[in-house]
């Protein structure tokens, strides 16, 4: 499996974003998607996941509200819309795939990895 991130930038505080995650490779009938980010000197953190089949949701309490995770099965892609974006919102953000369609905040559950995509609010 391979996950390949983009949309990241800078950006001001309130602006938007949007991160496009593309997954290619030996996919599964169910199974889900999601997005961590890491801030400098912080640890990983889980900020959203959809389920790839049911469509299900689930947000960290930080962006709920702000952030929309959705996908597009044709296209094989998720996406994360950020909206109202806040300093502490910036870091690296990692999307992430799981071998089961069960939403999960914890990073080990999560098989595979991509490369991070740099979103960087400012003032």
């Known amino acids: 499996v391979q996950l390949q991130a983009s949309g990241g930038g800078p950006v001001q505080a309130g602006g938007s974003l949007r991160l496009s995650c593309a997954a290619s490779g030996r996919t599964f009938s169910r199974y889900s998607l999601g997005w961590f980010r890491q801030a400098p000197g912080k640890e990983r953190e889980f900020v959203a996941a959809?389920?790839?089949?049911?469509?299900?949701?689930l947000y960290t309490d930080l962006v709920k509200g702000r952030f929309t995770i959705s996908r597009d099965s044709a296209k094989n892609t998720v996406y994360l819309q950020m909206n109202s974006l806040k300093l502490e919102d910036t870091g690296n953000y990692y999307c992430v795939q799981s071998n089961v369609a069960v939403l999960s905040t914890r990073p080990g559950f999560y098989a595979y990895w991509g490369q991070g995509t740099l979103v960087t609010v400012s003032s």
């Open positions: 959809i389920s790839w089949s049911e469509g299900r949701t």
